[in-house]
């Protein structure tokens, strides 16, 4: 072997063509696997770049029984003749397919222990395995491909803002803490013992002050921090597009937000989105879809029965009607043949969702005595009422009513995942469609049902429309706001407003919140004082790149597009973060720990 020779790869996994044929050429990988077929050994060689196969002759004896040595995952170079695959052997589900490399010298840099997974395309493993060896499952494809997916979709957006005049400015990692959200993460400092920074849960008092000292076109990249409960679409840490300008309303944000999505498809996927995009009413997302975040790939919306019923000798329906509460269902086509069993499953998932139950209808011609509906509870309906919901249903024979009656928006909770449900059960859903849409008109408060507090929809540095502000003293949960969403595919990827520029109307706003003078000077002050010295009406839009991502390269879970994500109790099984930590370091921050409950996971 002669060593000497392997001292720069000249080439990756993926470069090799029939155009090389005849040249010298030297790889470096990991061995994805062996094949040793009567002394003549296959490598497939992989690196992050594609695979190529090298093969290690008979004559070559020096080699054959260093190559019988190769496993799975030990890192090689390779330095041979690039040759044609003999005839009837050529791979064309690989680019490098059509030649292969005749090794002449091998280098075995480090030798690898059995994985505890295949690393593959499907690797069969647990999520909890996958993220224990979150370095081994980074080296199979398809997480390959969602970071380069997340590299070309940071490139591309930098590109575009940068040619829109936006200056890319970094904020504070180490702030203050202003909770008005989630629960911050707080940081102890040393050196003012007893007090606390916070990592940011967005840049958002800092790119508003940006806007006051007049950067007018400002975009960040950021890293932001919340510590709330997680599920499949959050993280502890995430990452999004935050931007900001100056002298605009929501027109110039849309028509920007449009374009530079369509130009992040275009230049990553090749996909061409089609603009403007749907913009919606939030009160007619909630009516039609149930949800303030619509799937809009596919109809199946919600219909609204109350009506119908007004004059309902049936108690369930008119219990719920005196009581302000709705009547809605959604068609489910062709699923009258649905069993017992079926449905009830579909029952069980609406309850999950807030629902008391879940009413169906059987639409069929031999129930004409029935209006053609068939159901437990047929018997105490009116045949009008019954030919009316079929009517409105715009229901034929064979399809399926399914019906909530309750308070609007558990009806529209549930209503909205059993619509997803049925879509995904009938197959509606086109999985290579991306459809955006804009949600608008957010209420700008919202009550906590717990506290009966009035509490922000989106944040307190939200506008609202003037002409709503004289309802800020009588009924504030009624002021629209100047705040929209841009959802995809069902999925909220980002939410923005047009801020509040004037200190006495961001003095108005924390007061309603319930925030005394005190905490608002203690929170806020440094805020409200910059309002005294001129700020711009200003907007801007936070899209959050994980989703976006995750969309884009058609996976369920933004953890597989983050390099080293936490699990949904927020732990690193890999490195075992969080941890306890020495006392010494506790001494110096002035820190003392009192004995609490058992955490969810034990990382110490």
């Known amino acids: 072997m002669n060593a000497e020779a392997i001292t720069k790869r000249t080439h990756t996994c993926s470069e090799l063509r029939a155009q090389h044929v005849g040249e010298v050429a030297t790889l470096m990988g990991w061995v994805r696997r062996r094949r040793d077929h009567g002394g003549v050994i296959f490598i497939d060689l992989r690196d992050r770049y594609g695979l190529t196969q090298v093969v290690f002759r008979p004559e070559e004896e020096h080699l054959q029984e260093r190559a019988r040595e190769l496993r799975s995952e030990h890192v090689i170079g390779v330095r041979g003749v690039v040759r044609h695959r003999p005839q009837g052997m050529v791979n064309q589900d690989m680019v490098t397919g059509e030649v292969e490399l005749e090794a002449q010298d091998l280098i075995i840099f480090s030798e690898s222990k059995p994985p505890p997974f295949l690393i593959d395309e499907e690797s069969g493993a647990l999520e909890d395995m996958r993220l224990r060896y979150r370095y081994l499952d980074l080296r199979r494809p398809p997480l390959q491909r969602a970071l380069r997916l997340r590299h070309e979709v940071y490139q591309a957006i930098r590109g575009y803002l940068n040619e829109k005049g936006f200056l890319d400015i970094d904020t504070p990692i180490l702030t203050k803490s202003t909770p008005e959200g989630a629960r911050d993460y707080l940081v ?69 937000t449009e374009d530079l999505f369509k130009h992040v498809f275009a230049k990553t996927l090749d996909v061409h989105l089609q603009s403007p995009f749907p913009r919606i009413d939030y009160w007619d997302a909630l009516a039609r879809y149930g949800t303030d975040k619509p799937d809009i790939r596919f109809g199946l919306e919600l219909v609204d029965l109350g009506d119908i019923f007004s004059k309902s000798q049936f108690q369930v329906f008119s219990k719920v009607l005196q009581g302000g509460g709705q009547i809605k269902g959604i068609n489910a086509k062709g699923c009258g043949s649905y069993s017992r069993k079926e449905i009830e499953q579909l029952t069980e998932l609406v309850k999950s969702a807030g629902a008391q139950g879940l009413l169906s209808f059987k639409v069929t011609s031999e129930e004409e005595a029935s209006g053609g509906l068939q159901s437990a509870v047929a018997k105490f309906l009116s045949a009008d009422e019954l030919s009316q919901v079929r009517q409105r249903m715009e229901a034929q024979d064979g399809d399926l009513i399914l019906v909530v009656a309750g308070e609007s928006r ?116 440094f805020l409200l004082e910059a309002f005294e010295y001129g700020v711009p009406p200003h907007g801007g839009i936070a899209p959050g790149l994980d989703r976006l991502i995750m969309i884009m390269q058609g996976l369920s879970s933004i953890r597989d597009v983050i390099p080293f994500p936490k699990t949904t109790t927020g732990a690193s099984l890999m490195s075992g973060a969080p941890t306890t930590v020495d006392e010494s370091q506790l001494e110096e921050l002035g820190i003392a720990l009192r004995a609490q409950k058992r955490s969810p996971v034990d990382s110490s």
Request: glycine content about 6%.
């Open 188 to 256: 102890p400092s040393r050196t003012y013992p007893g007090k606390f920074y916070a990592l940011p849960q967005s840049p958002q008092i800092y790119k508003q002050l940006l806007m006051l000292a007049g950067f007018d076109r400002y975009y960040q990249i950021a890293r932001c921090f919340r510590d709330e409960d997680l599920r499949a679409d959050r993280q502890p840490e995430f990452t999004q597009l935050d931007i900001e300008m100056s002298f605009v309303d929501e027109e110039e944000i849309y028509n920007l």
């Open 410 to 525: 558990l009806v529209a909770n549930s209503l909205g995942q059993l619509r997803l449900e049925m879509a995904q059960r009938q197959e509606l859903i086109d999985p290579d469609q991306f459809a955006f849409c804009w949600v608008l008109n957010f209420p700008l408060f919202g009550c906590n049902p717990e506290t009966g507090q009035v509490e922000s929809e989106h944040h307190p540095f939200t506008g609202f429309l003037e002409e709503d502000s004289d309802l800020f003293d009588t009924d504030p949960v009624k002021v629209r706001s100047r705040a929209y969403d841009i959802v995809l595919n069902g999925v909220e990827i980002g939410s923005g407003s047009i801020r509040i520029h004037r200190r006495d109307h961001q003095q108005k706003i924390f007061e309603i919140l319930g925030l005394s003078p005190e905490q608002i000077e203690k929170r806020f002050g």
